[in-house]
Nanobody, 122 residues
C-alpha cells in the first residue's frame, strides 16, 4: 500500500503563499490523489484533487488561489497555496487511492498522510 508524507506547512500572514508537498512511496501516476484539510471542530473537507490523467478539481473556497500538481518522476504531490486567508488555517492532509468516484469526499480514499499544519494570521 502507498505511504504518504506531507511537508511544507507553517505559519504565514494573510496574503502570503505556501507550497505543500506529499511524498509517496509508490508511483503517483497510478493513483487518484487529493488534498484535504480539517480545522478544529470541523469536518475534514476536500480542497483539491488530481486524477490519474492529470485533470484537476478544486473546492469553491480555494478556486483561483490554490493549484494542485504532481511530479510523477519524483512521486510527489504538491499544493501551491497563494493569497492565503485566516480561514485557510487547518491541518492539511494528502490522500490517495486507485479509484475515486467523488474526489472531494474523504471516504473515497483509503491512504492518508499524517498531515501538516497551516496557520494563517491576519
Amino acid at each position: 500500500q502507498v505511504q504518504l508524507v506531507e511537508s511544507g506547512g507553517g505559519s504565514v500572514q494573510a496574503g502570503e503563499s505556501l507550497r505543500l508537498s506529499c511524498a509517496a512511496s509508490e508511483f503517483t501516476r497510478s493513483y487518484y490523489m487529493g488534498w484535504f484539510r480539517q480545522a478544529p471542530g470541523k469536518k475534514r473537507e476536500g480542497v483539491a484533487a488530481i486524477a490519474r490523467d492529470g485533470s484537476t478539481s478544486f473546492a469553491d473556497s480555494v478556486k483561483g488561489r490554490f493549484t494542485i500538481s504532481k511530479d510523477n518522476a519524483k512521486n510527489t504531490l504538491y499544493l501551491q497555496m497563494n493569497s492565503l486567508k485566516p480561514e485557510d488555517t487547518a491541518m492539511y492532509y494528502c490522500a490517495a487511492d486507485l479509484w475515486v468516484g467523488s474526489p472531494h469526499k474523504p471516504d473515497e480514499y483509503n491512504y492518508w498522510g499524517q498531515g501538516t499544519q497551516v496557520t494563517v494570521s491576519s
